[in-house]
């Protein structure tokens, strides 16, 4: 009987205290894992705008882009003369250093991360003196803003039709 008692003691112990418990942390390290690896993702796509004038909704692009590019090569050595600071805009992740590879999925699903970039079409009507229609311009705007989504829900970076959105978190 005292067996029993002392069985059924240890996985009511296991269940109601530990289980959980296990579980919190492990979903606290996937939301700041993937937290990290975004921000990380949020930089990539900071220098790829800087080189090349506009955002991009390919991630294998970025992550090549972060692995191959000269310039962000000489970041890692350079340190900022004010701050004392490495120029090096990549940060550690949770799991250990940074590593681009890391980058193409979120840590609990392995899903990757969505990305996607906006696209505006402006028209403008070129009317004569005397109000005759002559034209109409059309100018298409590829990846003036991005959207960095989490598969898992841990958040979102960026927005897709606000201006004053752009790099920023959902979280911060």
Same mark, same amino acid.
């Given at each position: 009987?005292?067996?029993?008692? /002392?069985?059924?003691?240890?996985?009511?112990? *296991?269940?109601?205290?530990?289980?959980?418990? *296990?579980?919190?942390? !492990?979903? #606290?390290?996937?939301?700041?894992?993937? @937290?990290?690896?975004?921000?990380?993702?949020?930089?990539? !796509? /900071?220098?790829?705008?800087?080189?090349?004038?506009?955002?991009?909704?390919?991630?294998?692009?970025?992550?090549? +882009? $972060?692995?191959? &590019?000269?310039?962000?090569? #000489? =970041?890692?050595? *350079?340190?900022?003369? =004010?701050?004392?600071?490495?120029?090096?805009? +990549?940060?550690?992740? $949770?799991?250990?250093? +940074?590593?681009?590879?890391?980058? +193409?999925?979120?840590? #609990?699903?392995?899903?990757?991360? =969505?990305?996607?970039?906006?696209?505006? /079409?402006?028209? &403008?009507? $070129?009317?004569? @003196?005397?109000?005759?229609?002559? @034209?109409?311009?059309?100018?298409?705007?590829?990846?003036? @803003?991005?959207? =960095?989504?989490?598969?898992?829900?841990?958040? #979102?970076?960026?927005?897709?039709?606000?201006?004053?959105?752009?790099?920023?978190?959902?979280?911060?």
């Amino acid at each position: 009987m005292y067996v029993v008692i /002392i069985a059924l003691v240890y996985v009511l112990i *296991q269940v109601a205290i530990i289980g959980p418990t *296990q579980v919190i942390e !492990q979903e #606290k390290y996937w939301r700041t894992e993937s @937290r990290a690896r975004m921000l990380n993702l949020r930089e990539a !796509q /900071i220098l790829w705008k800087d080189k090349n004038g506009n955002y991009t909704d390919n991630i294998e692009n970025l992550i090549s +882009f $972060v692995k191959n &590019d000269t310039t962000i090569a #000489k =970041l890692k050595d *350079q340190i900022d003369s =004010l701050s004392g600071r490495s120029k090096y805009p +990549f940060k550690k992740l $949770v799991s250990g250093p +940074f590593e681009p590879d890391s980058l +193409f999925w979120a840590p #609990k699903s392995h899903s990757y991360y =969505l990305l996607k970039v906006d696209t505006t /079409i402006n028209y &403008d009507t $070129v009317v004569n @003196r005397r109000g005759n229609i002559v @034209r109409v311009d059309t100018l298409i705007e590829v990846g003036k @803003r991005y959207l =960095l989504e989490d598969p898992d829900g841990f958040g #979102k970076i960026g927005d897709l039709t606000s201006d004053a959105l752009i790099n920023t978190p959902s979280w911060e």
